[in-house]
């Protein structure tokens, strides 16, 4: 894994969560009766333990487990990836690394904020993700 997938991964983590808060939210909806009464036939439910609404909230809970367990894991990905970042040794790699893999921002956006060049940017985050690579080479997912 290079410097480059292994910064990436808090983005692949952010994406997970957020997609396991709108499923969460699906299920949350059809929990709580999201769905119509077919008025048309008459149902008798025979048994409580295998109703539709159980195996609903059911799943919603362990969804719910699942997300604050993600979030967990991402939160820890963020701290060991942030204490890297800031064990560089030149200030430009630390917050072109931090701006980009960080805080979510492009490569444009950095150079603005930054007060630099696009061109300049690009350069240093090349050499950033080298020196990140060369110090905590094997880099491993997290």
């Not at 630099?116 to 110090?135: D, G, N, P, V, W």
Request: net charge neutral.
């Amino acid at each position: 894994m290079n410097a480059k997938q292994y910064l990436e991964q808090l983005e692949a983590f952010d994406s997970r969560i957020v997609n396991c808060a709108e499923h969460i939210e699906d299920l949350k909806l059809m929990a709580t009766g999201g769905g119509s009464i077919r008025y048309d036939k008459d149902r008798v439910q025979t048994s409580l333990t295998d109703s539709k609404l159980e195996r609903d909230v059911v799943n919603y809970v362990a969804l719910e487990q699942k997300h604050k367990d993600l979030i967990e894991e991402y939160v820890k990905a963020k701290e060991t990836i942030i204490a890297q970042i800031n064990g560089l040794d030149q200030a430009a790699h630390i917050d072109v690394l931090y701006s980009v893999y960080v805080q979510g921002n492009s490569i444009i956006a950095t150079s603005k904020k930054m007060g630099r060049s696009y061109k300049y940017t690009k350069i240093r985050h090349q050499e950033a993700l080298k020196a990140f690579e060369e110090k905590y080479a094997p880099l491993k997912r997290l």
